[in-house]
C-alpha cells in the first residue's frame, strides 16, 4: 500500500459530514454541547472534514473520524484535560448524557459510511 495512503482516512468530504450531522440533528437528537465539521485534509491535501463536539460540562472535546485509510470503522477520540474533573452528581449525569450522544453520532455516522459505500458505484463524485 502506498505509504501516503496509511495516514489518509476513507474519504468522506466537509460537504457530506455536515449534511449527514445535519441529519443526525433533525433526528430530534439533543446535546447541550457545540457539535460541528471542521475542514481537515488527508496526507493526499484532499477535504475529508473531522466532527467535533464540545462538550459543555467538561472542558474538552470529542472528535470523530473513520479508523484510517479504507476502514468503515469510526472512532471518537476524547482529548486530554489538563487537570482533574470535580462534578456534582447532576453535573456528572449531564456528562454522561453528552457522551451518549457522541457514542450515538459516532455510531450513526458509521452507518452513514457503510451505507454510502454500499452505494459508492453510484456517486457522482
Known sequence: MNDELEDSPPRRSRDQLIAWVDEFREQGHLFAGQLKVVEQEDADSQDTGLVVMN??????SIYMQPRGYDELLWEATLTSRPEDLTLSPHEMASLAAELVVAGNLCAFLQFKSLEWDRESGMHTE
Request: hydrophobic share 65%; proline share 0%.
Open 55 to 60: 462538550l459543555m460540562n467538561a472542558k474538552a
